[in-house]
C-alpha cells in the first residue's frame, strides 16, 4: 500500500498530541495516511505496553489511519544505530510516502530528539540504491520522500506554516480521550503525572487556538520546514 503521508512518533499518543486534526483532514481529504510509532511506550507511568497498544488502534480507527505500524525499538532507548536506521528505511521504502512528518530536533523529551535524527537519516538512505533492504520477504526498491515536516510537541518554534484544522478539530479531541491511561481520567487510581492533569489537554487545545490565531482561524496546527517551501501564487496562501 502507497501512502501519501506517513507521521512518525517516539511514543503511540505523540502524533496526537501534536498534529492529528492535520492527519484527520488529511483523510478526510482523500489522501492515504499512516503513522509508524517507533517504541510501545513502556516506560510511561501509567497504562501498559497491552493497554496503550489498545488506545492507540482505538485513535487510529478514530482519525481514519490506513496503517499504524510499532518498530517496537525500546522506549528510553531510540538510538540512531545502523539497525535502527534500517527498520525505519524498511517502513518508507514500503509505504514509499510523498510527505514525513516528524519530531524537531529541539524537545523536552530525548526521546524525541533522538527520533528526529533517526527518521532524518532513515529519510536519506532509503533513497540511495546501494543500500539493500528486504521487508516480509520481498527485496525492497530505494526510495526517499519529497519532503519532510516537524511537528510541535512540547517546545515552540517559529512555523514555516500554520494548517487551519477548525473544521476538523473534534475528531483530534476524540482521538486524545481513547488514551485513556495517559490523559485526563477521574476514574483512574494510578499515580497523577504532568499529561494526566485536567490542565493538560487544555493547554494543548489553547496552544492550537493560539496558533490558529495567528492565521485568523479557530484552530490551527503548526508545521516547521528546513527548506524553503514554493508556491504557484501568493493567492494559494489566502
Known sequence: MKLDVLAVAAHPDDI??????????????KYKVGVLDLTEGELGTR????????????????LGFSARVNLKIPDGGIEVTKKNVVKVMQIIRHFQPDILFIPHWQERHPD??????LVKEAWFYSGLEK????????????????????????????PSFIVDVSGIYERKKESLLAFTSQFYNP???????LLSSKLFLESIYARDRHYGSLINVEYGEPFYSI?????????FMM
Not at 520481498?138 to 515552540?156: A, L, T, V
Not at 527548506?227 to 493567492?235: D, I, T, Y
Open 16 to 29: 496526537e498530541l501534536s498534529c492529528a486534526a492535520t492527519v484527520a483532514k488529511l483523510v478526510q481529504q
Open 47 to 62: 497504562g501498559t505496553r497491552e493497554i496503550r497498544r489498545n488506545e492507540a488502534e482505538a485513535a487510529a480507527k478514530i
Open 112 to 117: 524525541h530528539v533522538h527520533a528526529h535524527h
Open 131 to 158: 543500500i539493500p533492504t528486504t521487508y516480509l520477504g520481498k527485496k525492497q526498491s530505494p526510495f526517499r520522500p519529497k519532503k519532510y515536516f516537524h511537528y510541535m510537541q512540547k517546545y515552540e518554534f517559529q
Open 187 to 193: 476514574k483512574s487510581k494510578e499515580r497523577e503525572t
Open 227 to 235: 527548506e524553503p517551501l514554493g508556491v504557484q501564487s501568493v493567492f
